[in-house]
C-alpha cells in the first residue's frame, strides 16, 4: 500500500479519512435482559439513540436473543477524527481517529506514520491488564512509570495501552509527562499509542466532526466510570468503534491485527541494516478473557509475553505455571484446580484450562519478571525476552538475534554487558553483518566494540563491502553530494565504454566505486591518500574478471597504513575514515 499523501489540496481538507475509516452503528435493537424497562439494547445504547428501522418490530429480530457487532451493525463514514487539544495541557495537539474494529490495521499503521508523522517504532510494547485497577501495587507502578518508559526511550519504542485515564493507561501517562518535562532532548520523546473502546470514552460527543477537528477541545475529568477521559500525555487515539456503548471487547480485536501487522514492518523503513519490528506484549493483573489472547498470540503469532509476577490476576496465576515443573500428566489437574481456586465464579472452567494447557506449550514465548529481577535494567529484561522467544536450535542464531536487536536499538552498553563477557566465543564472520549495521548507523560505540572483540578488519573490509558502505550514506550528507559528482564524472569518462567489462555482482546504477572515494580522500588529503585504491584507475582495469577478484582484501600494505592513521582511537583504514568515531570528519 502507498503511503497516505499529504501534499495535495485533497488531502489537506481531510475529507479522504471519511472515505477510508468507518465507524458502527447498531442496526437491530435487541432488549437488554439486565434491563427491566426494555429500552436498553444489548449494544449498550438506549433506543433513542436507534435509528428508526433498528427499532422495528419484525420477524428476524424477533428470533434473534444474542447481539453481535459483526452481524447486527452497519459501518458509516467516521465522524470524529484530527487534532485534539486538552484544555489546561498547553497547546499541543494529539491526534486521534474513529474508526471501526473492523478497520484494516494497514491503512491505520500508514496513517501513524505518514500522515501523523509519528516516527516508526523499533519495538512495540503493549500493555495489557491492569485496565480499571485502582488499587495497583506501588512496585508495578514503579515499572511502568520508570522502567518501561526509560527502555521505550532508549530503544525508539512505541508504547500501546487503552490510552485512558485510570489503570496502567493513566501510570504510562504520568511516566511519559514525567520523561517529557525532565528532558529537553527532542530524539528523545517517548511515543504512547491508546487503543481506545470508543463507548468508554466519556464527554467523547466533542470530538465529534464530520470534516474533522482542527482542533476539538477536551476536558479532562477524574470520573470512576463508566466512561473515563483520555490521557492528555498520549501522541495519538485509535477509537476503536464496535457498535457498543459502555463496553470493552471490540478493540482488543483491533489491536491485536494492529500488532501483528507491525510485527512483520520493519525498522528504519525497510532500509539496509533493518530488521523485522519486535513486538512484546506485557501482561499486568488480567481477567480470565486475557487468556484467549494470549493463545492466540502465542498460538497463532508468535508474539512474546512478558509476565509481571505479583501484579495480581492472571499473570500471578500464569507465571507461577511457568516457573514450575509440571508432570504433563498433572498440568490439567493442577490447572483446574487453581482456576477454580481463583475464580470461583468462573463458568467456563474447562474451556480456560484448555486454553492454558496451550499456552503453556509454547513457553518460550513467556517471560516472568518478578522481584528478583528488580535491580535489572527494564531494556535489558526487554531484549532477553525477546531473544527468548525467538531461540532456534542453534546457539549461534540465538546470540545474533539478540546483537542484532542490540544493534537497531543502539544499546552498546547492553551487548557488552551481556554478550561480550567471556562466555561466547565470538568469531570475526559472526560480527560482520552487525559490524556493516553499525557503519551505516553511524553507531561507533559498537564499531568499537566490534573491533575490540575480535572483528578481523584486514577480511571484514573487502572491497566489496567498503562500496556498499559509501553506497549506503544519507543523501543529504556531504560525502553523498561529493560521491555522487564524481560519480557523474566518472559515467561521463572512459569508464563508461566498459562497464560490460565489469565483474558479475557489480551494480551498473548509482552504486559509488572505490575509484570515486580515492578521488575524494585526493582532494581532501593530498599525498597522504596516494596508498589508497590508486591501482583502481579511471579505465575500469582494476575490476579484473577473475571470480570474485572486485571483493579481495586490503592489502598488507594498507592495513599497516591504515593502523599508523587510526582516527577517533579506531583502528581503521582511511578508507573508512567517514564512519569513525568523529563524526565531524567529513559528514
Known amino acids: 500500500m502507498e503511503p497516505v499523501r499529504t501534499g495535495s489540496k485533497k488531502y489537506k481538507d481531510q475529507s479522504w479519512i471519511s472515505q477510508l475509516f468507518k465507524k458502527k452503528t447498531c442496526t437491530t435493537f435487541l ?40 452481524q447486527h ?42 500522515h501523523w508523522k509519528i516516527p516508526p517504532p523499533n519495538l512495540v510494547v503493549s500493555v495489557i491488564g491492569g485496565g480499571v485497577s485502582s488499587n495497583m501495587k506501588t512496585r508495578v507502578k514503579d515499572i511502568l512509570r520508570k522502567g518501561l518508559v526509560k527502555a521505550a526511550q532508549s530503544t525508539g519504542a512505541w508504547i500501546i495501552t487503552e490510552g485512558l485515564r485510570v489503570g496502567a493507561g493513566k501510570h504510562v501517562g504520568k ?8 528532558t529537553t532532548s527532542s530524539t528523545g520523546k517517548v511515543i504512547a499509542l491508546g487503543v481506545v473502546p470508543w463507548g468508554l470514552v466519556h464527554n467523547r460527543e466533542c470530538l465529534i466532526n464530520p470534516k474533522g477537528s482542527s482542533p476539538a477541545k477536551y476536558s479532562l475529568t477524574d470520573v470512576d466510570g463508566p466512561t473515563y477521559s483520555l490521557d492528555s500525555n498520549y501522541s495519538a487515539f485509535m477509537l476503536v468503534d464496535d457498535g457498543t456503548n459502555q463496553k470493552v471487547g471490540g478493540e482488543k480485536y483491533f ?8 510485527s512483520q514492518q520493519k525498522t528504519k523503513g525497510g532500509a539496509v541494516g533493518s530488521i523485522e519490528i519486535p513486538v512484546l506484549c506485557m501482561l499486568i493483573e488480567g481477567e480470565p478473557s486475557i487468556l484467549e489472547r494470549v493463545y492466540k498470540a502465542t498460538e497463532q503469532k508468535d508474539i512474546p509475553w512478558l509476565i509481571l509476577a505479583g501484579s495480581g490476576g492472571i499473570a500471578d496465576f500464569l507465571s ?40 503453556l506449550k509454547n513457553k518460550d514465548l513467556l517471560t516472568v519478571y518478578s522481584d528478583e529481577d528488580g535491580q535489572e535494567e527494564f531494556d535489558t529484561v526487554i531484549l532477553k525476552s525477546l531473544v527468548k522467544a525467538c531461540k532456534k536450535s542453534s546457539n549461534v542464531a540465538e546470540y545474533l538475534d539478540e546483537l542484532k536487536l542490540a544493534v537497531a536499538w543502539n544499546r552498546a552498553d547492553i551487548a557488552s554487558s551481556e ?3 567471556g562466555d561466547i566465543q565470538w568469531k570475526s564472520s559472526d560480527l560482520e553483518d552487525s559490524m556493516t549495521d553499525a557503519l551505516i548507523g553511524n553507531k561507533k560505540d559498537f564499531v568499537k566494540l566490534f573491533v575490540d572483540n575480535g572483528l578481523n578488519i584486514a577480511e571484514y573490509l573487502t572491497y566489496g563491502r567498503l562500496e556498499e558502505l559509501y553506497s549506503s550514506v544519507p543523501e543529504n550528507s556531504l560525502l553523498h553530494l561529493l560521491l555522487s559528482k564524481k560519480h557523474v564524472e566518472w559515467k561521463d569518462s572512459s569508464m563508461k565504454g566498459h562497464e560490460s567489462n565489469l565483474p558479475p555482482g557489480t551494480s551498473k546504477g548509482p552504486t559509488f566505486r572505490l575509484y570515486e572515494v580515492s578521488k575524494i580522500l585526493k582532494y581532501f588529503m593530498g599525498d597522504l591518500s596516494i596508498p589508497f585504491y590508486t591501482h583502481l584507475t579511471e579505465n575500469g582495469k582494476a575490476y579484473s574478471t577473475k571470480k570474485n577478484s572486485y571483493v579481495s582484501p586490503l592489502t598488507q600494505h594498507e592495513v ?20 569513525t568515531a568523529d563524526q565531524r570528519v567529513l559528514v
Not at 458509516?76 to 495537539?93: H, L, N, Q, S
Not at 511516566?175 to 525532565?182: E, K, L, N, Q, Y
Not at 493442577?334 to 465464579?345: D, G, S, Y
Open 255 to 262: 489491536r491485536a491485527r494492529l500488532e501483528d501487522f507491525i
Open 31 to 70: 432488549p437488554d435482559p439486565d434491563d427491566k424497562s426494555g429500552e436498553q439494547c444489548q449494544c449498550g445504547y438506549s433506543r433513542s439513540c436507534h435509528k428508526s428501522v433498528a427499532v422495528e418490530d419484525n420477524f428476524g429480530a424477533a428470533i434473534i436473543t444474542k447481539w453481535h457487532t459483526s
Open 320 to 359: 507461577e505455571l511457568v516457573q514450575e515443573s509440571l508432570d504433563p500428566e498433572e498440568v490439567r489437574a493442577v490447572v483446574t484446580e487453581r482456576l477454580k481456586k481463583l475464580f470461583p465464579n468462573e463458568e467456563n472452567i474447562p474451556h480456560l484450562a484448555d486454553l492454558v494447557e496451550k499456552i
Open 73 to 114: 451493525t452497519t459501518e458509516e463514514p467516521t465522524d470524529a477524527f484530527g487534532d485534539v487539544e486538552f484544555a489546561g495541557a498547553g497547546k499541543k495537539y494529539r491526534k486521534f481517529i474513529r474508526l471501526s474494529s473492523e478497520t484494516n490495521p494497514e491503512i491505520v499503521y500508514h496513517l501513524i506514520v505518514s
Open 175 to 182: 511516566a511519559v509527562r514525567d520523561h517529557s518535562t525532565a
Open 560 to 579: 599497516l597504513y591504515s593502523t599508523k592513521r587510526g582516527v577517533g582511537g579506531v583502528v581503521f583504514t582511511l578508507g573508512c575514515v567517514f564512519w
Open 419 to 421: 554478550l561480550f563477557k
